[in-house]
């Protein structure tokens, strides 16, 4: 059965004023000065006649925990006249966007909620939602995929594990003018660093601009991957601006390019959505003394390595983000840290043959790449950072090389593995649900 899709699309800029503190680095001093580029909320309802279908907000931020995550999903499902259970809240990951959306992620972190900060923003989200059924109209969609090297990698070695492709929802009115874009890729967006303190977007953002100039002016809402352990580290020739538009340039006209290619696959509704639910045991944390010791070491061999190289060179990156992560593990075990067991929403949105497998994790891109694969689905996209924020899944290599993940995270090393198995059944019971 086929059904002719609607789509209703908005941007909306939900950009605070200065003097607030940014999220998303330990070592950042200082509060936001100003703004560089807007940071954003796309939204994207793509639905038919008779369903529903699905909604999602697409944010410029960090992360957007179980607060966040249910006061937008409930103003913008009561503002469209929709179920909230159709309503996917995302965010990219920059880490020049502010921390006091979602104050505190992580039991060794600080931070703190801004009440004023979360309200504003999610009056303009709702603004936006109100908007939408009045611009619902028809549209044609197509799927594209392509890939990249030129934009992120492995962050521990450049032939490390990385998925370097993209997928792309173009869609398009009836006469043939570009509407909207939903697209997805895999890396963190921290080409700017803790010396930053203007809000921006970082490559996403980037992205979405070049794509306006050399498309049409879309609506471009942006997807973020299994970026657990993928960046512009290896890549990226600098941390400023400019950078940022050199690396979002990429990724804008690979897509570009994509569009223009004559391989597209032509999709039709409905718009289907299945939420699940997986219960994941919080990982046992070291004593005291022994996560010391760890941070002891730790910080010996990133000084040892600051000493022979320049601060911005990776083998001190990796060093330094080794200390940080076990100088949390270390506020982990003298602090309060969670117990029992995790609720981790999963949901699966499919058009046609396209899938969007949606978590609240970083996923390691070697459990997004095992999930790719043995998905029933024709193409199936693999999405991070949606609808919570639990943090770092590593891989068991992660776990096994100490890296910064394996130490912050709140889960142990068979986690990522019970994750892609509980995908896997949940994508191949839709896959067989009827239309």
Same mark, same amino acid.
């Given at each position: 059965?086929?059904?002719?899709?609607?789509?209703?699309?908005?941007?909306? &800029?939900?950009?605070?004023?200065?003097?607030?503190?940014?999220?998303?680095?330990?070592?950042?001093?200082?509060?936001?000065?100003? %703004?560089?580029?807007?940071?954003?909320?796309?939204?994207?309802?793509?639905? %038919?006649?008779?369903?529903?279908?699905? *909604?999602?907000?697409?944010?410029?931020?960090?992360?957007?925990?179980?607060?966040?995550?249910?006061?937008?999903?409930?103003?913008?499902?009561?503002?469209?006249?929709?179920?909230?259970?159709?309503?996917?809240?995302?965010?990219?990951?920059?880490?020049?966007?502010?921390?006091?959306?979602?104050?505190?992620?992580?039991?060794?972190?600080?931070?703190?909620?801004?009440?004023?900060?979360?309200?504003?923003?999610?009056?303009?989200?709702?603004?936006?939602?109100?908007?939408? &059924?009045?611009?619902?109209?028809?549209?044609?969609?197509?799927?594209?995929?392509?890939?990249?090297?030129?934009?992120?990698?492995?962050?521990?070695?450049?032939?490390?594990?990385?998925?370097?492709?993209?997928?792309?929802?173009?869609?398009?009115?009836?006469?043939?003018?570009?509407?909207?874009?939903?697209?997805?890729?895999?890396?963190?967006?921290?080409?700017?660093?803790?010396?930053?303190?203007?809000?921006?977007?970082?490559?996403?953002?980037?992205?979405?601009?070049?794509?306006?100039?050399?498309?049409?002016?879309?609506?471009?809402?942006?997807?973020?991957?299994?970026?657990?352990?993928?960046?512009?580290?290896?890549?990226?020739?600098?941390?400023?601006?400019?950078?940022?538009?050199?690396?979002?340039?990429?990724?804008?006209?690979?897509?570009?390019?994509?569009?223009?290619?004559?391989?597209? %696959?032509?999709?039709?509704?409905?718009?289907?959505?299945?939420?699940?639910?997986?219960?994941?045991?919080?990982?046992?944390?070291? #004593?005291?003394?022994? #996560? *010391?010791?760890?941070?002891?070491?730790?910080?010996?061999?990133?000084?040892?390595?600051?000493?022979?190289?320049?601060?911005?060179?990776?083998?001190?990156?990796?060093?330094?983000?080794?200390?940080?992560?076990?100088?949390?593990?270390?506020?982990?075990?003298?602090?309060?840290?969670?117990?029992?067991?995790?609720?981790?929403?999963?949901?699966?949105?499919?058009?046609?043959?396209?899938?969007?497998?949606?978590?609240?994790?970083?996923?390691?891109?070697?459990?997004?790449?095992?999930?790719?694969?043995?998905?029933?689905?024709?193409?199936?996209?693999?999405?991070?950072?949606?609808?919570?924020?639990?943090?770092?899944?590593?891989?068991?290599?992660?776990?096994?090389?100490?890296?910064?993940?394996?130490?912050?995270?709140?889960?142990?090393?068979?986690?990522?593995?019970?994750?892609?198995?509980?995908?896997?059944?949940?994508?191949?019971?839709?896959?067989?649900?009827?239309?």
């Amino acid at each position: 059965m086929t059904a002719a899709l609607l789509l209703a699309a908005q941007d909306v &800029r939900i950009t605070p004023g200065p003097g607030h503190p940014l999220g998303g680095y330990l070592a950042r001093d200082g509060v936001a000065t100003g %703004t560089h580029d807007d940071l954003e909320a796309s939204l994207i309802w793509l639905s %038919t006649e008779d369903d529903p279908g699905v *909604l999602w907000v697409a944010l410029d931020a960090l992360a957007v925990d179980a607060g966040l995550t249910r006061t937008l999903t409930d103003a913008v499902a009561a503002a469209v006249g929709i179920d909230p259970a159709r309503v996917l809240v995302c965010a990219s990951h920059t880490h020049s966007g502010p921390e006091g959306w979602t104050g505190p992620l992580h039991p060794g972190l600080p931070g703190r909620r801004d009440a004023g900060l979360v309200g504003r923003m999610a009056e303009t989200v709702t603004g936006a939602a109100l908007r939408l &059924r009045a611009c619902r109209g028809r549209v044609r969609a197509s799927w594209h995929a392509g890939a990249t090297e030129a934009v992120g990698g492995n962050r521990y070695r450049p032939d490390g594990p990385h998925d370097t492709s993209f997928g792309v929802l173009e869609l398009r009115r009836d006469d043939g003018t570009p509407a909207a874009l939903l697209f997805d890729y895999a890396s963190h967006p921290t080409v700017l660093g803790p010396d930053n303190l203007t809000w921006s977007a970082d490559w996403p953002g980037a992205t979405r601009r070049e794509l306006a100039a050399l498309i049409g002016q879309p609506v471009a809402a942006f997807l973020q991957g299994a970026a657990g352990d993928a960046s512009s580290r290896f890549v990226r020739r600098g941390r400023d601006h400019a950078e940022v538009r050199t690396l979002g340039g990429h990724l804008a006209t690979s897509i570009a390019r994509t569009l223009a290619a004559a391989s597209a %696959t032509a999709e039709t509704g409905p718009v289907r959505v299945s939420r699940s639910a997986l219960f994941l045991p919080y990982r046992e944390v070291p #004593s005291l003394e022994d #996560s *010391l010791e760890l941070r002891q070491s730790a910080e010996r061999e990133w000084q040892s390595e600051l000493a022979h190289h320049g601060e911005d060179h990776p083998a001190v990156r990796i060093a330094q983000t080794r200390y940080e992560g076990c100088a949390m593990l270390a506020a982990m075990a003298a602090t309060d840290r969670p117990t029992g067991c995790a609720e981790v929403p999963v949901s699966v949105v499919t058009l046609g043959e396209i899938a969007w497998l949606h978590t609240p994790f970083e996923l390691f891109a070697s459990l997004g790449l095992r999930i790719r694969r043995g998905s029933p689905f024709r193409h199936t996209r693999v999405i991070g950072y949606t609808d919570g924020y639990l943090g770092y899944l590593p891989d068991a290599e992660g776990h096994r090389g100490g890296v910064y993940e394996s130490y912050v995270t709140l889960f142990g090393p068979d986690a990522g593995d019970v994750l892609v198995e509980h995908c896997l059944r949940l994508l191949k019971t839709h896959h067989g649900r009827p239309t």
